[in-house]
């Protein structure tokens, strides 16, 4: 009898050495909660993703048991994730708690590791019908998002100003004024004035500086939500969104025209549209837009608006 038992806690030591290896080898830590005590009772290969021992991470979540539920759903989230990926911790707990699996991606951490974009699927271990256990997998895939990443912006951003590219920015405008309808949104093309004579005289590397600096200040004085690309060549492109009129396409053009961005005398010219008023559709606003940046060209350092002063 005493054999039988030594040979099945080998069989045993060597499975969990296998699972182990296999583990490590695929980049995987394995983890359980009792649900009803608010407990992690199981966190295996943390190490390989979170550089942290397991057991240091169950000591400091396990802190949290005794929290009303509400408040241990928050401490968990800020303990393992970005602050902007949280919801997606708590919305697991929840799902869990009502018997279904789920499976989302997010910024992970273990306390006060570095972040790392991983993979969670998790699902309930049921006991009279109701939710008892968690159980989940945490995979690495953070070089693969790094990957995926470069290769989206290198199709979706323009190389050189990290500003969106000309075919990005089409698909984006287009996808968001079809979902706008009584929303107004300010189409804007600028075009750099005297550029080529900065590379004419001053060489390329000048007009580079040139380029640069002025995507950088463009980006700084426009909204997160709204959508700023390199055209082409000294060509910028932006779209305004929700904003109450015209006017405020005019003030913000006022702004870019204010910037002194380079010591070349290059200078700026607007040509700008107005959705709805003006077309509803992406290659009306930027033909208007256009015309009213051909006026502008006459002029130089100034704006128009399609329709005004022709």
Known sequence: MDKELNMLLENLRNYKDRLSIALKIADISIFEVDLNKQ???????????????GCDILTDVNKYSELPWIDYLAAISAYFTHPEDTQFMEDAF?????????????????????????KVDVAPVMENEK????????SDIHHMKKRIDFLENSVYKDNFTGLYSKKRFEELCTSVLASREDS??????????????VNDNHGHMAGDEVLLSFSQHLSSVV?????????????????????????????????????H????????SIGMSLFPDMGRSYDELFRKADKALYQAKQKRNTYRVFGENE
Not at 184 to 197: E, G, H, N, P
Not at 261 to 268: A, I, L, P
């Open 39 to 53: 407990l992690f009772t199981y966190f295996d290969n943390s190490e390989s993703i979170f550089d942290i021992n």
């Open 94 to 118: 929840r799902c869990i708690m009502t018997g279904r699996s789920i499976s989302f991606e997010a910024r992970l951490k273990a306390g006060d590791t570095a972040y790392k974009w991983c």
């Open 131 to 138: 939710p008892h256990k968690m159980i989940g997998i945490i």
């Open 184 to 197: 107004k949104c300010v189409m804007m093309i600028i075009d750099l004035d005297y550029f080529k004579a």
């Open 223 to 259: 909204r997160k939500k709204d959508i700023v690309a390199r055209f082409g060549g000294d060509e910028f492109v932006l779209l305004l969104l929700d904003v109450t009129g015209i006017d405020i396409g005019k003030q913000k053009a006022d702004e870019i025209l204010r910037l």
């Open 261 to 268: 961005d380079n010591d070349y005398g290059v200078t700026k």
